[in-house]
């Protein structure tokens, strides 16, 4: 199958209880498309300054990641700087320069207008809806937001929920979009908007995936070291999203296995900075972890 | 099998986002008991005052609980006063007034002496230590905590844990009785401290087991409403070892099973105020909530 993500490619500096990392590559399409590659071929498209060297490059190109999409702009790479305190949940902004990634204007290379599976990544729903426009041919396209546009561009994001067909968010997020404090209604609330499927994350609490007649809740992986949770979120709908296009089945029960390696996924995320875990994985540790998950959670009736 | 609960009976009012409710009965031993009586016979250990009537009374009798420890004192109820606003996962205490609770010390029946399994509930830890040392045949002894003994009697808590098996607590309580915040590291040094299982429970996402070389996890039943949360957690530990205590049966398979009814009795209590959805339940209805955990939770490896 064909799996595309649009999203941002970032430099990130991070503190956290358990040290610091300086401009480290991150961003949602970075940490999409990583965990993503351990399943299928990825297609990338997001945008990069000049400063973004070979070695950058090389982590996309190691993972067999088709970067015909990363465009290189004039100027310099976006860049997030945060930091994590007492609850790891939560990150601290302490600075934001967008650079390139402001003018962003995603330009899908015609050899990938033919993805299947697509992520929307974390980006303005204007342009999330004009990106889904142009893939005639998916068969799943699944969408994230943030709290930034659920309350600037309400009505836009609206546009884009109604021609996606999951939306992939955390439970605040959630919360805000629909005004309900309870999950299974503001899932409810979502798909009454569009999406056929609603993913909603809980950091450390794991995830539910509200579905057709179905919901299925997967615990996150429990860890004893939780070094930074930066881009947990996108490297779950990467394992999500991956296991889908890899087998090509949207059945009740592969969703359902789809969601766990995304469980799977985030928790190697979040053992180290950026996606340095990731890249140091093999196939048989991501299968350890996902019948681990099964152990942690099969009762007999 | 034999089942022993000592600790609070109350008069509760509260108030919530749904509505308010005055004097309505609760307290640790009257939400455990009521939910273990539909898996076994339960003996109640506790104290009430002279407004505690036959109609309050009638509630434990209906249910077939055993209420020969349950001694009547000159003076009033327990009584606590108490509101949950947005975040229903934790109450503000508006009053309390201890009443004849202030001066408990639970005389334990000749008859309940037996009991081979005990819910030592949330009560001073001398007591419950002093508790503990007279049920010399007990098969599995929990008990239960709060960040107010965690922080005024931490060295008499500590005395309590070394003598029995299963400690049932909320995140918060875990984390300030080991000073952890990662709950997997929590719950081992909880269980270095003495008990051999430690039962997490996570308000509506879900309870977490830690017990020799295996760890399961139990979401919380997914409700569109939660009117109440008092008790939820006595609750949990009534299904918890209501299950244990009919089936006498402590192999793993069957402790996971256990956790698992705990989350449906707590998912009952949680739907009105104090014990009035756990008086309307029929095991029809308990079993169909098991199954649906089942299918929440399940996925073929």
Same sequence: chains 1, 2.
């Avoid at 995830?207 to 057709?212: G, H, P």
């Avoid at 390696?261 to 985030?266: D, F, H, L, R």
Wanted: glycine letters at 10%.
């Amino acid at each position: 199958m064909s799996l595309l993500v649009v999203g941002s490619v970032a430099f990130d500096s991070i503190e956290t209880p358990y040290g610091r990392a300086e401009g480290v590559l991150g961003g949602s399409a970075t940490f999409f498309s990583v965990a993503a590659s351990w399943f299928d071929r990825v297609n990338l498209v997001a945008v990069v300054g000049e400063d973004f060297g070979k070695e950058h490059l090389d982590v996309f190109t190691r993972r067999s990641i088709d970067t015909a999409g990363l465009e290189r702009a004039s100027g310099k790479t976006f860049r997030w700087q945060g930091e994590y305190a007492g609850d790891m949940n939560e990150a601290r902004t302490l600075d934001t320069q967008l650079n390139v990634f402001q003018h962003f204007a995603p330009k899908i290379p015609e050899k990938f207008l033919g993805s299947e599976y697509v992520f929307l990544g974390n980006i303005d729903p204007v342009l999330q809806l004009h990106v889904r426009r142009q893939l005639t041919g998916a068969r799943l396209v699944a969408c994230d937001s943030m709290n930034f546009w659920i309350k600037g561009k309400a009505e836009d994001l609206k546009k884009t929920l109604a021609v996606v067909d999951a939306l992939v968010v955390n439970d605040g997020e959630a919360r805000m979009l629909t005004g309900e404090r309870n999950l299974k209604r503001a899932a409810d609330s979502i798909r009454r908007l569009g999406p056929r499927m609603v993913v909603i994350k809980r950091g450390e609490h794991g995830a539910t995936l509200f579905a057709d007649n179905s919901t299925f809740t997967v615990p996150a992986y429990p860890l004893e070291v939780v070094r930074d949770p930066t881009g947990a979120g996108d490297t779950f709908a990467g394992g999500f999203l991956g296991h889908l296009a890899r087998t090509g089945d949207l059945s009740e029960g592969n969703l359902r296995r789809a969601l766990v390696y995304g469980s799977v996924m985030a928790s190697f995320a979040v053992e180290e900075f950026g996606v340095d875990r990731m890249l140091r994985l093999g196939a048989a540790e991501i299968e350890e972890r996902f019948r681990e998950i099964k152990e942690l959670t099969h009762f007999d009736v």
